[in-house]
């Protein structure tokens, strides 16, 4: 019964997801001209809502941030209103907070303008918005409320009749027979009135909840339906991408007109179930009819899970979410920007690590501390990468055009997130994001409004790896990070228990 109980929490879990499964939050970490912020941004449950938007500055010198919500594309995403003032902590006074109303579904972002002593900068974090559930009202709130419509209608009924009775008789006399008919037919109007509109507001308020759970599906994550011929794979997706656009209730996301992200329009992530002892990192190429193909490379047989990563062109992103049975695959080498990493099972209980090896010697280590990890909490998670001597490694190299990638899956596959050391947010829309922000640059002071440190051209980089996130729930999860190293993508694996 436990076990079936746990099913049933695991599937119910699926359902409330989307791009970034189960990781609704959005985390960024950049740099905002000479200003370098940490910016997280809680999403309300229901749309419209109340998000929170949390902003660290690294140093002290920032004075005043100002924070506004617009769309990322198309109409209103060129007018953003009057921003907010976030309120500086009085505890911590590099730590910032605004409570924002979002109003609309889809492809958002949230402009941070920063001022300090070194002038004025803004960023812009794109955010996929879309509301996770819908609040019914308690009993005891629908009982005070429909006693006071009923009070009121009933209140307005009976005082029309004796106005039209007696507003035109003198005081003191008796009114006429035709003042008192008059007033019994308009009372009974004033009744029919009253309970038109009532139903008419029924009804207004019927199609509002329907569209309403019409747009909660919407932004679920859509199945991927797969086709195995051979080691060629096919991936479409089975359901219909649907986004509210505009005003529209929804428009239709055309596959042939995805956007690359990291030079790939798809990246794909099998993951071996259920031990998880398997990852496949993959970038199939778009074909006819708006799929996707991938010529396998050799691969061991077994369960998989599906998360193919896509965004549209307005920066919504997608993650298409499948199951897939391969037989042993005899296939061609991976293609330079695959991964794939195999190592140990999944232990119950998890055995928590901190330490991994890499497949050319050197090994991996996670700075986390003794702390306990807390869910809900953002934080910056700090990887060293050494060689096999030990030492601090001081070749890498990027990987498509990032220090690392990174994929956060929760055992029980509620959560997956492909995140990156700008946060959790689609480079993709990103780069959308800061187009839009540069071509309103009008001044030098804005020409430095927006850096992003996270794309790198240079050949070498640091051996330390930050990536700023915060796990969405308690429980345990398996951290696949992805380096290039020698040469050569490798990958990884960390278990970590959240509380």
Not at 73 to 97: C, E, M, W
Not at 283 to 310: C, S, V
Not at 311 to 335: C, E, F, N
Request: a negative charge; aromatic letters at 8%; charged letters at 15%.
């Amino acid at each position: 019964m436990r076990n079936l109980l746990k099913i049933i929490c695991i599937l119910f879990a699926s359902t409330l997801v989307y791009a970034h499964v189960g990781s609704a939050d959005a985390y960024y970490e950049g740099d905002a001209g000479p200003y370098h912020l940490f910016v997280t941004v809680k999403l309300p449950q229901v749309i419209p809502g109340i998000a929170e938007i949390q902003v660290r500055s690294a140093s002290p010198d920032v004075q005043t941030i100002h924070v506004v919500p617009l769309r990322l594309t198309g109409p209103g995403s060129n007018l953003p209103p009057i921003p907010d003032v976030a309120q500086r902590s009085k505890d911590d006074p590099q730590f910032f907070v605004s409570n924002l109303w979002f109003m609309d579904y889809g492809a958002m972002q949230v402009r941070i303008t920063a001022e300090g002593p070194r002038g004025k900068a803004e960023i812009s974090v794109p955010v996929a918005s879309f509301a996770r559930q819908s609040l019914t009202m308690n009993w005891g709130l629908r009982g005070i409320l429909g006693f006071c419509l009923v009070l009121l209608t009933v209140g307005l009924v009976l005082i029309v009749g004796p106005v039209v009775r007696d507003s035109t008789v003198p005081a003191g006399e008796v009114p006429p027979a035709s003042n008192r008919r008059r007033s019994r037919i308009v009372t009974v109007t004033a009744f029919i009135v009253a309970l038109s509109i009532l139903y008419l507001g029924k009804a207004w308020w019927n199609v509002e909840a329907a569209t309403y759970e019409r747009n909660i599906d919407l932004l679920k994550p859509p199945r991927a339906e797969t086709l195995l011929d051979g080691n060629r794979l096919v991936i479409r997706p089975a359901d219909q991408l649907m986004v509210p656009v505009a005003g529209k209730l929804s428009v239709e996301v055309k596959m042939d007109e995805v956007i690359p992200d990291h030079g790939h329009l798809m990246h794909l992530f099998l993951i071996r179930v259920p031990a998880m002892d398997s990852i496949w990192h993959l970038h199939p190429d778009r074909i006819a009819g708006g799929a996707f193909a991938e010529n396998l490379p050799t691969m061991a047989p077994g369960q998989y899970k599906i998360f193919a990563d896509i965004v549209d062109k307005s920066g919504y992103p997608w993650t298409l979410v499948g199951d897939l049975r391969l037989p042993q695959i005899i296939g061609g080498t991976p293609a330079t920007d695959d991964s794939h990493w195999e190592g140990a099972r999944l232990t119950t209980p998890l055995s928590e690590t901190t330490v991994a090896q890499l497949a050319d010697g050197g090994r991996m280590v996670w700075e986390r501390g003794d702390a306990p990890l807390k869910a809900n909490v953002p934080a910056n998670f700090k990887f060293l990468v050494e060689d096999k001597n030990g030492s601090p490694a001081h070749d890498l190299e990027p990987y498509m055009g990032m220090a690392a990638h990174a994929q956060v899956v929760c055992t029980d596959l509620s959560v997956f997130a492909h995140i990156h050391p700008a946060g959790s947010v689609s480079m993709a829309a990103l780069d959308i994001a800061q187009a839009a922000l540069m071509s309103q640059s009008s001044s030098a002071a804005s020409e430095m409004s927006m850096d992003m440190p996270m794309s790198h051209s240079s050949p070498t980089l640091p051996p330390e790896i930050k990536f700023p996130y915060g796990f969405p729930h308690p429980g345990d999860y398996r951290i696949f990070v992805q380096i290039k190293h020698s040469g050569q993508v490798q990958t990884a694996a960390f278990d970590a228990h959240v509380q």
